[in-house]
């Protein structure tokens, strides 16, 4: 240091010094008996000096120890993310217990985790649940299959064979033949059901839709089926009630709820629309009479591939999708969907935001 003040900066800084924070000055000395010259401090531009030197100092001091806590705390952070990735990578792909992965610090993250991966196990024992459904729902469908098709065939060739059947014999052939050409039809669609709810990914097209008119129009498309069935659908909906969404994708699932309605309501009994303002949107009431769900089969009516009517060759038994893809899309519209069912009347539940 004296080196670089002295030689190479050839004593500036001391120069500097001596005339800024020194005086110089002639006393005369009694001991010497002459004129001696002292060099003395000036204390005030001094203090000053000292001041400026040693705040500079603290604030170098507080750069450095700042600096020196970033880069630790980052090497620290670095270090614990590279550790917790580790332990979750172990707890993800090891079957062992959180407690032997996650050490005592660690304790909050080890009970997220658990949580995570309980969620994970529920979710993929659901999938494989709704995977065995469908695979046994497609093995019914592809048994079932056979029966009227073989009914169709026998039939037909009886009325090729026979020239000279009665009248009224072929009528009753036909007419059982077209009868069981009908369930292949259904059974059919119940296959294409499931290819295109595998396959499809639902996209909205909102626009504005006269609900009233909507639902008047699917009472008249279903006006076949509950002629069969002696039942009929009553409206109590106002006439002025609009809504916004995607009409076929909301027809599709209304329809879906009124297929589920009819097939389990008992014969000559009424299915009713209810309308009621609710916070922030509407709610529709889909209500028939018919035999009360049980609650365990209640929980699950919103499941994919699950039926109510366990028989597999039933004329109500169909893919167990209709109220899956009905929630769906009601979810999609941001809107919800649930069912109560007891003292035999079953009643579900559409709530619909309104913009």
Same mark, same amino acid.
């Given at each position: 240091?004296?080196?670089?003040?002295?030689?190479?900066?050839?004593?500036?800084?001391?120069?500097?010094?001596?005339?800024?924070?020194?005086?110089?000055?002639?006393?005369?000395?009694?001991?010497?008996?002459?004129?001696?010259?002292?060099?003395?401090?000036?204390?005030?531009?001094?203090?000053?000096?000292?001041?400026?030197?040693?705040?500079?100092?603290?604030?170098?001091?507080?750069?450095?120890?700042?600096?020196?806590?970033?880069?630790?705390?980052?090497?620290?952070?670095?270090?614990?993310?590279?550790?917790?990735?580790?332990?979750?990578?172990?707890?993800?792909?090891?079957?062992?217990?959180?407690?032997?992965?996650?050490?005592?610090?660690?304790?909050?993250?080890?009970?997220?985790?658990?949580?995570?991966?309980?969620?994970?196990?529920?979710?993929?024992?659901?999938?494989?649940?709704?995977?065995?459904?469908?695979?046994?729902?497609?093995?019914?469908?592809?048994?079932?299959?056979?029966?009227?098709?073989?009914?169709?065939?026998?039939?037909?060739?009886?009325?090729?064979?026979?020239?000279?059947?009665?009248?009224?014999?072929?009528?009753?052939?036909?007419?059982?033949?077209?009868?069981?050409?009908?369930?292949?039809?259904?059974?059919?669609?119940?296959?294409?059901?499931?290819?295109?709810?595998?396959?499809?990914?639902?996209?909205?097209?909102?626009?504005?839709?006269?609900?009233?008119?909507?639902?008047?129009?699917?009472?008249?498309?279903?006006?076949?089926? #509950?002629?069969?069935?002696?039942?009929? @659908?009553? =409206? $109590?909906? /106002? &006439?002025?009630?609009?809504?916004?969404? +995607?009409?076929?994708?909301?027809?599709?699932?209304?329809?879906?709820?009124?297929?589920?309605?009819?097939?389990?309501?008992?014969?000559?009994?009424?299915?009713?629309?209810?309308?009621?303002?609710?916070?922030?949107?509407?709610?529709?009431?889909?209500?028939?009479?018919?035999?009360?769900?049980?609650?365990?089969?209640?929980?699950?009516?919103?499941?994919?591939?699950?039926?109510?009517?366990?028989?597999?060759?039933?004329?109500?038994?169909?893919?167990?999708?209709? #109220?899956?893809?009905?929630?769906?899309? @009601?979810? =999609? $519209?941001? /809107? &919800?969907?649930?069912?109560?069912?007891? +003292?035999?009347?079953?009643?579900?539940?559409?709530?619909?935001?309104?913009?």
């Amino acid at each position: 240091m004296y080196y670089l003040l002295d030689h190479v900066w050839n004593g500036l800084f001391v120069d500097w010094f001596m005339q800024s924070y020194m005086i110089t000055h002639e006393v005369y000395s009694d001991e010497v008996g002459k004129m001696t010259v002292i060099t003395e401090p000036l204390w005030g531009p001094l203090k000053e000096l000292l001041l400026a030197v040693f705040i500079a100092a603290v604030l170098v001091c507080l750069f450095v120890a700042s600096a020196t806590a970033r880069i630790y705390g980052k090497m620290r952070v670095k270090a614990a993310v590279t550790e917790i990735s580790r332990m979750l990578h172990g707890a993800m792909a090891e079957e062992r217990e959180l407690e032997d992965i996650f050490p005592q610090e660690y304790a909050e993250i080890s009970v997220q985790v658990s949580e995570i991966r309980s969620a994970m196990q529920r979710h993929e024992q659901m999938q494989k649940e709704a995977s065995a459904r469908k695979n046994d729902l497609i093995a019914y469908l592809a048994h079932d299959l056979r029966t009227p098709l073989t009914s169709v065939v026998g039939y037909l060739s009886l009325l090729d064979e026979a020239a000279d059947m009665p009248e009224e014999q072929r009528r009753k052939y036909i007419r059982i033949a077209f009868q069981k050409a009908r369930r292949l039809e259904e059974l059919n669609n119940e296959f294409f059901e499931i290819t295109r709810y595998n396959l499809q990914r639902m996209d909205l097209e909102k626009k504005s839709i006269d609900l009233y008119y909507m639902l008047c129009q699917m009472a008249e498309e279903f006006y076949p089926l #509950l002629q069969e069935h002696g039942s009929r @659908i009553v =409206l $109590h909906v /106002g &006439e002025e009630l609009m809504i916004r969404g +995607d009409g076929d994708k909301l027809a599709r699932a209304f329809g879906n709820i009124l297929k589920n309605a009819i097939a389990y309501s008992y014969p000559d009994t009424d299915i009713e629309i209810r309308s009621e303002p609710v916070e922030g949107g509407l709610c529709l009431h889909f209500s028939n009479r018919g035999p009360t769900i049980p609650p365990q089969k209640l929980e699950t009516i919103f499941d994919k591939f699950v039926r109510l009517d366990a028989s597999r060759s039933s004329h109500t038994g169909g893919a167990g999708l209709g #109220l899956a893809i009905a929630r769906e899309i @009601i979810t =999609l $519209h941001g /809107g &919800e969907i649930t069912a109560n069912s007891e +003292d035999e009347m079953t009643v579900f539940y559409v709530i619909l935001p309104v913009d």
